[in-house]
């Protein structure tokens, strides 16, 4: 069977999508792709002059808006000016392996950036939602040792890559028991998950890991690095799907629904992490 790419997206004419982290990389791409096919694109990016020279010479609909997602008050600016009907919602911005650092809000920024603001993002914007959020996570969420009384890094000694890791895990336990929230209240909006496999992206800029960039050809390109999102994004996949690249170890290849890690799977540590992250953050409930 033909694997499956951008080629093959549905027309999304009259659809919105938000994509977080938009104006670089993965999520770049998918933005690029779902306005080729018809969508209006909502571009929430920290960089706004950025985001506009990203998409200087894109043929869609697309719009620039500020969101920093590791920031609270800019994600509640974000969704007070949200007016209307939002089709999907893209949580992709990322960051990975970076030094000890705490946001606005006192949130460390790993977390904050890939799992915090997401979260509270995600709920705020939920009223609008029709369709599905896709939250983006990794394949590293399978060597995570979360510590959902501490996810915040205040008890423990930060150490770089285990924050990323552990942020990618909680999204794995957000994302599912967000789903089982949904099913509970008869909400026909699906929660998706994807993940891109290791894709050549800016990504690694911080990290010791920026040697994989050497090895190029064992990995994704960005191109396919973005297929999983825009297949969680626009197929019917069923709600808690975890799609990703279907080549060994699905770090590369084309898109295909899989398996998180069992440890993601489970529902009283999602639970628990859940009324955790409400009472570190105030949104939720
Ligand atoms: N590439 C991989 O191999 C890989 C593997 C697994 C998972 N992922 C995930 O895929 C997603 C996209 O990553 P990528 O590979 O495309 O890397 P990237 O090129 O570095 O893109 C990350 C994007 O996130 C944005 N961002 C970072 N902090 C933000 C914030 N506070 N608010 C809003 N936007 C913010 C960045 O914006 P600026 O331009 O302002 O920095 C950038 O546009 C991430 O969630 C990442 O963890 C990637």
């Given at each position: 069977m033909a694997k499956w790419t951008a080629a093959?997206?549905?027309?999304?004419?009259?659809?919105?999508?938000?994509?977080?982290?938009?104006?670089?990389?993965?999520?770049?791409?998918?933005?690029?792709?779902?306005?080729?096919?018809?969508?209006?694109?909502?571009?929430?990016?920290?960089?706004?002059?950025?985001?506009?020279?990203?998409?200087?010479?894109?043929?869609?609909?697309?719009?620039?808006?500020?969101?920093?997602?590791?920031?609270?008050?800019?994600?509640?600016?974000?969704?007070?000016?949200?007016?209307?009907?939002?089709?999907?919602?893209?949580?992709?911005?990322?960051?990975?392996?970076?030094?000890?650092?705490?946001?606005?809000?006192?949130?460390?920024?790993?977390?904050?950036?890939?799992?915090?603001?997401?979260?509270?993002?995600t709920n705020l914007l939920l009223p609008h939602l029709t369709d599905r959020v896709v939250s983006v996570t990794s394949g590293l969420h399978r060597q995570s040792k979360l510590n959902v009384d501490d996810v915040d890094w205040r008890a423990r000694k930060y150490h770089r890559m285990n924050a990323y890791r552990d942020s990618k895990l909680a999204l794995v336990l957000f994302s599912l028991e967000l789903q089982r929230r949904l099913d509970a209240s008869g909400c026909s909006v699906r929660s998706v998950l994807a993940h891109p496999g290791i894709a050549t992206t800016t990504l690694a800029a911080h990290s010791r890991a920026n040697v994989i960039n050497r090895f190029a050809f064992l990995i994704n390109d960005p191109e396919h690095g973005a297929l999983p999102l825009l297949y969680a994004a626009t197929q019917n996949v069923p709600g808690n799907a975890y799609v990703g690249p279907d080549g060994l170890a699905a770090i590369k290849g084309h898109p295909a629904v899989g398996k998180p890690a069992r440890i993601g799977l489970d529902a009283a540590k999602a639970r628990r992490l859940w009324q955790a992250t409400v009472a570190l953050t105030g949104v939720g409930r």
């Open positions: 093959d997206l549905p027309d999304m004419t009259g659809r919105t999508v938000v994509i977080t982290g938009a104006g670089s990389g993965i999520g770049l791409i998918a933005a690029r792709e779902l306005g080729r096919v018809g969508a209006r694109v909502v571009l929430g990016v920290r960089d706004t002059g950025k985001g506009r020279r990203a998409i200087s010479g894109m043929r869609g609909a697309f719009e620039i808006r500020r969101l920093d997602v590791a920031d609270l008050s800019s994600v509640r600016r974000f969704v007070q000016a949200w007016d209307g009907p939002l089709d999907v919602l893209i949580n992709n911005a990322g960051v990975m392996d970076i030094p000890a650092a705490r946001t606005a809000d006192g949130f460390d920024v790993q977390t904050a950036t890939n799992y915090t603001g997401p979260f509270v993002l």
